[in-house]
């Protein structure tokens, strides 16, 4: 089925450990985005991509690094794990104009210990 | 920056019963979107709104554009048990830019 593929669906970290998040679409989309989901907090931006080649920083960047390794592709990288990035991780993807909204993926719940 | 405002921030509703809640923005949007989130899964769109006082139905939701372009609302009629999950509204300032998210709003539905 067409739309956004995240691997893995869960992880248990330790604290200092580093892990990458991947993310992938086949619905030939420009834009893709990373975001958290905490409790009550809504969706927050963490970074995003707005076309092949860019990333830049979105609401809540520290403690992240991204890739946009090709235009199916956006991995997220936490390079030294604290338990307050326990949270479920998503990622989306939109043609760039954002008119018909974004498609998330399932999500990654990431637990940090 | 922009600020969505997402109102209740949960119902617990018996099976029939209407719902409705509403999003508020500090500035204003040109697009306003619903989500629905069911758990242990990401947000899937319900609704697009792209007018100023549109009003739009897929099925039993009903979503309208605020005139104010700063205000949404969606309704949902006769609720039923699948109705369970996390509504967010979501709006967007020009055909660029980024959706901003509220908070959402946690629906419960009881027999």
């Known amino acids: 089925n067409a739309g956004v593929t995240q691997t893995p669906k869960f992880q248990v970290l330790k604290t200092g450990q580093s892990m990458t998040l991947q993310c992938a679409q086949d619905?030939?989309?420009?834009?893709m985005y990373w975001y958290r989901q905490d409790p009550g907090m809504g969706l927050r931006l963490i970074y995003y991509?707005?076309?092949?080649?860019?990333?830049d920083k979105g609401e809540v960047p520290n403690g992240y690094n991204v890739s946009r390794l090709n235009k199916r592709e956006f991995s997220l990288r936490l390079e030294s794990a604290a338990p307050s990035q326990t949270s479920v991780y998503f990622c989306?993807?939109?043609?760039?104009?954002?008119?018909?909204?974004?498609?998330f993926g399932s999500g990654t719940r990431l637990t940090v210990v | 920056g922009q600020q969505l405002n997402q109102s209740p921030q949960s119902m617990f509703i018996q099976e029939g019963e209407d719902v409705s809640m509403n999003c508020t923005s500090s500035?204003?949007?040109?697009?306003w979107l619903w989500y629905k989130q069911e758990p242990g899964e990401g947000p899937v769109l319900l609704i697009a709104?792209?007018?100023?006082?549109e009003l739009t139905s897929n099925g039993r939701l009903t979503a309208q554009f605020g005139i104010t372009r700063k205000d949404s609302f969606l309704n949902i009629s006769a609720s039923i048990p699948s109705d369970v999950g996390i509504y967010f509204c979501?709006?967007?300032?020009?055909?660029?830019?980024?959706?901003?998210f509220g908070a959402g709003t946690q629906v419960v539905v009881t027999p």
């Open positions: 989306a993807s939109s043609d760039g104009q954002g008119a018909y909204g974004y498609t």
């Open positions: 619905m030939n989309h420009n834009s």
């Open positions: 991509s707005a076309s092949e080649g860019t990333t």
């Open positions: 500035s204003i949007f040109n697009t």
């Open positions: 709104l792209y007018k100023a006082g």
């Open positions: 979501a709006g967007q300032a020009d055909s660029w830019g980024k959706l901003q």
